[in-house]
């Protein structure tokens, strides 16, 4: 049994939390509106006020908060774990954040003797309630390795990046493709029932083939049955396309369809779907 902290208990930190309490670890938790959290707690969890006081003599502690002055504050703010975590933890930040602050975290705990971990995920809400989620992982590939038994327990397909800031690099990666396969997945649906196709039938031919995508196969249905509900969502997303195209400012690059997607993406904000997963970019071309 391992003495976990998890900061954020949202779509996915709560399907994870479960496989954690399933594996009989002992789990403390912290999110910012605890009645969300009350199912957790009825299955074992404990509470605590804050960030900090989840941290205080745990082995390992988890971070999945919003954006990335979140994960900044959780960490070094006020009541923040780094002023509590003891020598020897490890911190696990699988927020889709900033390279660069995945970079400022693990010096910050190699100050105090706390080994730091970049871990951001992708799969959804269905992969993390199906312990399938994919895991890319920058830090100190030891310390990695000694944390893989726990990442085994909701992750499916893990892989060490490399250094700090690799995992968060590799989610940009994720994110850019999505975001194109999201305008493909979205118009092939548009011009199939514009021509009259029945698009189920349609989806049993094309997502086999060489089109075949995650969002083709999980999103794509969901779209049909106009459910537009969150496995991650539009406002996150468009953080995330925002940092990818920060650091490929940096880095000197153009990603042209990263750009038009983002600005689909910005309308639907403007028009209250925020809050809705990345498969209601069909409501771009429904407009």
Not at 70 to 78: I, L, M, N, P, R
Not at 137 to 165: C, K, M, T
Not at 247 to 262: S, V
Request: aromatic share 6%; proline share 3%; with cysteine.
């Amino acid at each position: 049994m391992t003495t976990i902290a998890f900061i954020g208990t949202g779509v996915m930190g709560a399907s994870i939390v479960k496989h954690l309490l399933k594996a009989e670890h002992d789990v403390t938790i912290y999110s910012r509106t605890k009645v969300k959290a009350l199912p957790l707690l009825e299955l074992g969890a404990k509470w605590a006020d804050s960030p900090a006081e989840a941290a205080r003599n745990k082995e390992l502690i988890f971070t999945m908060v919003g954006y990335p002055q979140d994960v900044e504050q959780v960490y070094c703010g006020e009541n923040g774990i780094l002023s509590t975590a003891k020598s020897g933890a490890t911190i696990v930040d699988m927020t889709t954040s900033e390279p660069s602050l995945a970079k400022k975290l693990y010096t910050l705990a190699l100050e105090k003797g706390v080994h730091s971990i970049d871990a951001p995920v992708s799969g959804g809400d269905i992969g993390a309630q199906n312990g399938t989620l994919s895991i890319m992982i920058g830090g100190d590939e030891a310390i990695v390795a000694s944390v893989r038994p726990i990442f085994e327990l909701f992750g499916a397909n893990i892989v060490y990046q490399g250094q700090a800031g690799a995992g968060q690099h590799t989610k940009m990666c994720n994110q850019i493709a999505i975001a194109g396969g999201m305008i493909g997945t979205c118009e092939a649906i548009i011009y199939g029932l514009k021509a009259g196709l029945t698009m189920e039938d349609v989806l049993i031919s094309i997502s086999s083939g060489a089109a075949g995508s995650w969002s083709l196969s999980n999103l794509a249905p969901r779209i049909l049955k106009q459910d537009l509900e969150p496995g991650f969502y539009i406002k996150h997303f468009i953080k995330d396309m925002k940092i990818a195209l920060d650091e490929a400012q940096q880095m000197n690059l153009q990603l042209p369809g990263l750009k038009l997607a983002k600005s689909m993406y910005d309308i639907l904000l403007t028009e209250g779907y925020g809050e809705k997963g990345t498969q209601a970019l069909i409501k771009y071309y429904e407009r």
